[in-house]
């Protein structure tokens, strides 16, 4: 089924939530992270609990990401060469290495369904020589994970780098093509850059992509840019956005957030979004909500997540209806509109 | 149904727990905060909403703490006279004024089944003439709190303080008894002293207390000692053990508390308590557990307050059974030897 977008559960768990939450929501496929999990608890407690998905008891299809991501922003002195990325972890100060081939022998005894090459990601901006430097770097590595790639219960999907230069990405694309993936990630993304780069970035380099691959656009979540990307081809989203800002006190109501802190809000008894059965909405009012969140109440966090979700969930579903009755257009241009008008 | 046990929902809601996932496990009262709530939300806001049942959705029984405890502990610049506290805000340092008529006021207005006296509330070991000249004050109190009381729809608790002293804590008795309210806390417990000093005061006293009341003993959560005050004649309990634990990363286990921290928990695949039916012992391991604390992951501190509430639910039914059954002196032998063995 796709479109389809995972919520994130970086350390095996989606954040202030139970999994069958998150099942009743919708979603089938969540996101780990391999750098978080093989840090804490380690490999061997996961392999050991008989891998991630009884670690976590979640039933349905995982993703890991490599971490290339998570190296260069939690990661402490990290030295990158052609073997591998050298760094100190940020839970305990050790020094870890890790290669293309670590990388995939660590994903496979995590045992999620399908799994990530090991990237460098450069922050926003980066020069176009650094860059160039890095794909050269991130192409090598996919081929070594490639060829380190054994397990045949697990897809591995190569991630296309190439900061915001439109023919450096076409270029890593073509590269990753030639070593036939089953899925292809669009990486770097959601690192601070305008809408229209992402968007025009994306619509250039997925043309590149075979059409019969998974492509998966890392790190978007905003509704909006998930239907414009929809549009462009992308099958795949994760984003930490609506459990993330569920945590921050915001809420998802249309397609905008709003922050119950808000003094607004406080003797407000209406639902969150009078239009969403999620049983935040179903049972709370605005002014429960901000009570919760103003005395930091774990309960707010989970209520605000369950309703963020729930908006994600609803707008994937639509989606996919969408695209399957040829009204996707309409839909687009409907959710634009709420954008600007609100 | 009594003996019962009340979870602790200060702020209007019991830690990291949906309502009906409270009410699944057993429970059908529990107690707020008036203090607490009276700051943040106000009791405005709550009484805008319909009070303190629709504010947080909650369709069985409320008793409201008037305080007193929260006011020594948590109040700024505290003075007290007769007349009533005077103290500064934590949450926004505002000064405060609350009097015996004020609390009945702000208590009506939050609208629990169950409201209590003021009550001064001395931090431990407390000396014989302070504590003389605080009973006096709050015998002088209740009478107010008893007067101002007018609606008929919630019952008034009186309760009982008087240190470490039985005397003190029995005239204190005796003086409410002629206020003659429906139901008797027994207060200033579980600051500090000995189990057993707890057990002696509270059976000194109990028998002060007319039988056809409701008498309660404020702040016990430990499992063994429930069980020697319900012997006792206590037929209500509160306490913010079985959730503060779970937040701590601390789980009820046999009648003994676990750490889960515990680097002995990384690789034990175990429920928590192979003999427990709740949800978290049906679907994570220990491991699992352990790997959600030492993360600090809010769905491990929900797992481990749904089992340390089911504990305590799960021995409350098996008391009133027992007392039913007329094999409670069995139960509490079993219980005592329990905490020897382990």
Redesign the interface.
């Known amino acids: 089924m796709t479109p389809l977008f995972m919520p994130v559960a970086t350390?095996?768990?989606v954040?202030?939530?139970?999994p069958e939450q998150v099942m009743e929501l919708g979603f089938r496929t969540v996101i780990s992270n391999a750098y978080h999990l093989s840090q804490?608890?380690g490999v061997?407690?996961v392999e050991?609990?008989g891998g991630l998905h009884n670690?976590?008891?979640w039933n349905g299809p995982i993703i890991t990401d490599s971490g290339g991501f998570q190296i260069l922003s939690l990661g402490a002195d990290v030295k990158i060469t052609v073997d591998g990325a050298k760094f100190r972890s940020h839970i305990d100060g050790g020094s870890i290495f890790l290669s293309p081939e670590i990388s995939m022998d660590v994903q496979e005894k995590l045992g999620a369904d399908v799994i990530m090459t090991l990237d460098e990601c450069l922050p926003y901006p980066a020069g176009r020589d650094e860059v160039k430097r890095s794909i050269e770097l991130n192409i090598g590595w996919a081929a070594r994970c490639r060829k380190a790639h054994k397990s045949e219960r697990q897809a591995l999907f190569g991630i296309v780098q190439g900061g915001m230069y439109s023919d450096l990405r076409i270029t890593c694309a073509r590269e990753l093509v030639d070593l036939d993936f089953p899925g292809y990630a669009l990486g770097g993304f959601s690192v601070g850059e305008p809408r229209d780069m992402t968007l025009e970035l994306a619509g250039d380099t997925v043309g590149e992509l075979p059409g019969d691959s998974i492509r998966y656009l890392m790190g978007v979540g905003d509704p909006v840019t998930i239907l414009e990307a929809i549009a462009l081809g992308i099958d795949m989203f994760d984003s930490v956005l609506p459990t993330r800002i569920a945590r921050n006190g915001s809420a998802l109501v249309g397609v905008k957030r709003v922050n119950l802190r808000n003094s607004c809000f406080?003797?407000d008894?209406r639902p969150l979004d009078e239009d969403c059965g999620c049983?935040t909405c179903r049972?709370?009012?605005r002014?429960?909500l901000?009570?919760?969140v103003?005395?930091k109440?774990?309960?707010g966090?989970?209520l605000l997540t369950v309703h963020n979700l729930a908006r994600i969930a609803d707008l994937m579903f639509k989606a996919r209806s969408a695209v399957e009755l040829g009204t996707f257009e309409a839909m687009l241009n409907e959710y634009r509109q709420l954008e600007q008008s609100e």
């Not at 954040?15 to 139970?18: F, G, I, N």
């Open positions: 350390q095996g768990t954040k202030a939530m139970r804490r608890p061997r407690t050991s609990a670690f976590m008891g406080k003797d008894e049983y049972n709370f009012s002014s429960y901000r009570h919760l103003q005395a109440e774990i309960l966090f989970h």
